[in-house]
């Protein structure tokens, strides 16, 4: 197993020498799904019936289900969801569902180890500047095909601190542990990934982390149209922990305008910053 571990590591570095004097530029297309967990308290369960609870979870289902792309060159990436028309209001005495994450585009630069990320919320601009956090992945000998690519299989496990919601319309934080499975090929040899992935010998073209499953459908590389790559620069700039503490204060502030159930048979589901 040790031979295979070394033979493995070794041919994947053999793949980026080889292609490393490629010029390599591209956009992959990323589909998310997540998984769904729906839970409501007793009291509320015993005024909301079976079909209510169905509508709830699969316009949520719905929300989840996006498409992102990834433009990147050798040193660069931007990462943002497909702009789509807003859905029809739903007919009298329906029931609407309302996720917002803002408008977000994350861009990195591998090469200076740092990235940008430009949100809006309620109407004000973010500029978010900070450096690439290291993640240190565990290479695994496994390999699987995604489209035509031979991938690769990397993990690495984590603590990380959750917001929930108590019966009392609190936000409250709770630490758990998670296990994130990517797969990347090294027949396109750059350091990129979607959302905040990067940093194995090869593109990430998966990514699961027991919840959300991001799955890259479609690559173009090398269009005959340049790819042109612009990092963000209108936002108030903030770094990660200063926007982290200003999106706590907004949810505190959501929570004591929108605790209950919603109004008018709306329910309004509220997250930030993606």
Not at 108 to 113: A, F, L
Request: glycine share 6%; proline share 3%; aromatic share 8%.
């Amino acid at each position: 197993m040790k031979y295979l571990t070394r033979v493995f590591i070794l041919l994947v570095i053999a793949s980026i020498c080889k292609l490393n004097a490629q010029q390599f530029s591209g956009i992959a297309t990323y589909k998310s799904h997540r998984k769904m967990d729906l839970k409501l308290d007793d009291e509320k369960q015993t005024s909301i019936n079976d079909d209510l609870k169905k509508q709830i979870h699969e316009q949520l289902k719905k929300q989840f289900q996006k498409t992102y792309f990834l433009s990147f060159n050798r040193e660069e990436s931007i990462y943002k969801e497909e702009e789509v028309l807003a859905a029809p209001a739903p007919s009298s005495g329906g029931i609407s569902i309302t996720v917002s994450n803002g408008s977000d585009i994350r861009y990195k630069n591998i090469k200076e180890q740092r990235y940008v990320n430009a949100n809006e919320i309620y109407g004000k601009a973010f500029l978010i500047k900070d450096s690439i956090k290291p993640i240190n992945w565990k290479l695994v000998n496994e390999t699987k095909n995604i489209g035509n690519y031979t991938c690769f299989k990397a993990e690495f496990s984590e603590t990380y601190t959750a917001k929930t919601i108590s019966s009392e319309g609190k936000v409250e934080e709770v630490e758990k542990e998670r296990t994130t499975t990517a797969w990347y090929t090294p027949q396109i040899p750059l350091s990129h990934g979607p959302e905040d992935f990067q940093g194995l010998p090869g593109l990430i073209l998966e990514i699961n982390d027991g919840e959300l499953t991001l799955i890259c459908s479609k690559i173009i590389l090398n269009p005959e149209k340049e790819i042109e790559i612009k990092e963000p620069k209108k936002g108030k700039e903030v770094n990660q922990e200063e926007y982290d503490a200003i999106i706590q204060k907004k949810m505190e502030e959501q929570m004591e305008r929108f605790r209950g159930s919603g109004r008018d048979g709306e329910l309004k589901v509220i997250s930030f910053g993606g």
